[in-house]
């Protein structure tokens, strides 16, 4: 099982921005799905961002236009790129395959706060 371990989060403003990172401990060229998802207090984890093993993206509606996510199979790491953020974003945010998720697996996320 390839580990994740997610960093880069923080605490900002409303409309600034902040890139999380996604760092595994193997390789995820053959990974054909990484996504981006997170679990703001008192709510269900949702699914955030996308990317396919070709580059392909899918969002969201809540971040569509805002978030970025991109992947750098060399460095074994998949990158959130977050601007315009909003209180609302407010999450722990996690990275994860369909295949870890479906064997129970999630790393221990990166905290972003959105505040004034």
């Known amino acids: 099982q390839v580990q994740l371990v997610e960093s880069g989060g923080g605490l900002v403003q409303p409309g600034g921005s902040l890139r999380l990172s996604c760092a595994a401990s193997?390789?995820?060229?053959?990974?054909?799905?990484m996504g981006w998802y997170r679990q703001a207090p008192g709510k269900q984890r949702e699914f955030v961002a996308g990317?396919?093993?070709?580059?392909?993206?899918n969002y969201a509606d809540s971040v569509k236009g805002r978030f970025t996510i991109s992947r750098d199979n060399a460095k074994n790491t998949v990158y959130l790129q977050m601007n315009s953020l909003k209180v609302e974003d407010t999450a722990v945010y996690y990275c994860n395959s369909p295949r870890a998720i479906a064997a129970g697996y999630w790393g221990q996320g990166t905290q972003v706060t959105v505040s004034s």
């Open positions: 990317i396919t093993s070709g580059g392909g993206g």
């Open positions: 193997g390789s995820i060229s053959s990974i054909s799905f």
